[in-house]
């Protein structure tokens, strides 16, 4: 447990040096770093660089993005029951949306499995479906939510129009004839009538178990990653990003039927509810530039 231990805090540290130097951090400052005590760091990073930026090669795409993150949840199973494993839900909030479909979808939710899963054969069956191909397209209404605002709540919030400029979301994306409009949920802030602006992705393995994200990445291609139906290959981001996982999330029902998010025996304090989301209804739009 102990080599365990100081190998991961070993990688925390090299990762943190590669990260500030993609962002140009003067390398007298970096340096500093090895310095430092990290060995209570008990999180993982996450990056993002634009690939025109970089020029990336293959090797170096697979460091970055949901590619980079597939590589941390790969290592997050522990002990973790695989019928458990594989029916994670996972749920995504950010301040911007960008053009998704079910394809899309259907990548990230592998690679957020840890990298590019393969099922094992008769578990898919076990969990309901008749085969793979049946599993990956049901997975998107049964196990992704991404949570957006709506039209409503943007236009009702109390400060007015200006918050309204930092939920951005094209009408064009919205309204093209792929995009899975059932994924989308209704957030609840829990200060009301106040947009949020945070980017957040929860993962839930059974009743109580699971990681999270928090960082700068948004629920975009451009933040996490644009990739082809081959794995490992195409990979195309257009923003920076930093971010990091924690492992070992617990999910605690607390009064009132809400949901607590506990790490280390402490409630991490998130603007929304966590669990559970409501799905849109046939009312609801999410909120978009200019609308």
């Known amino acids: 447990m102990g080599n365990q231990s100081d190998q991961r805090n070993v990688q925390f540290g090299e990762t943190l040096e590669a990260a500030l130097r ?37 090797k170096q795409a697979d460091s970055y993005g949901v590619f980079r993150l597939g590589d941390v949840v790969a290592t997050l199973r522990g ?26 979808l259907a990548s990230f939710y592998k690679y957020v499995l840890g990298k590019t899963v393969r099922y094992p054969s008769g578990l898919c069956e076990e969990l309901g479906y008749s085969g793979e191909e049946e599993y990956v397209s049901q997975v998107l209404s049964r196990n992704i939510a991404v949570g957006f605002h709506t039209q409503s709540q943007t236009n009702g919030n109390r400060f007015g129009a200006i918050p309204k400029k930092c939920i951005m979301f094209s ?17 609840d802030a829990k200060v009301p009538e106040v947009l949020i602006h945070a ?3 929860f993962a839930r393995h059974g009743e109580s178990a699971g990681w999270m994200y928090l960082g700068s990445h948004n629920f975009t291609r451009g933040a996490w990653g644009t990739f082809t139906s081959n794995f490992g ?21 607390v009064s009132g039927g809400k949901t607590a998010v506990m790490w280390n025996g402490v409630e ?16 609801d739009m999410p909120s978009m530039n200019g609308m």
Not at 79 to 104: A, E, I, N, Q, V
Not at 174 to 186: A, G, N, Q, T
Not at 233 to 253: A, D, H, M, R, S
Request: proline share 8%.
């Open 22 to 58: 993609d962002m140009d951090v003067p390398e007298q400052v970096v340096s500093q770093l090895r310095h430092m005590d990290m060995s209570r760091a008990r999180v993982h990073i996450v990056t993002t660089v634009p690939t025109s930026r970089f020029r990336l090669k293959r």
């Open 268 to 283: 991490i304090p998130v603007p929304f509810e966590p669990y559970p989301w409501t799905r849109y209804d046939e009312l």
């Open 199 to 201: 980017k957040i992705m």
């Open 79 to 104: 002990s973790t029951p695989l019928s458990d494993w594989f029916d994670t839900k996972l749920f995504c909030y950010g301040s911007s949306l960008s053009r998704l479909d079910s394809s899309y």
């Open 171 to 187: 009408p064009d994306a919205f309204f093209s004839k792929d995009y899975p409009s059932s994924v989308l949920h209704k957030v």
């Open 233 to 253: 290959k195409g990979q195309y981001y257009n923003n920076y990003e930093f971010g990091v996982v924690l492992p070992g999330i617990c999910y605690k029902e």
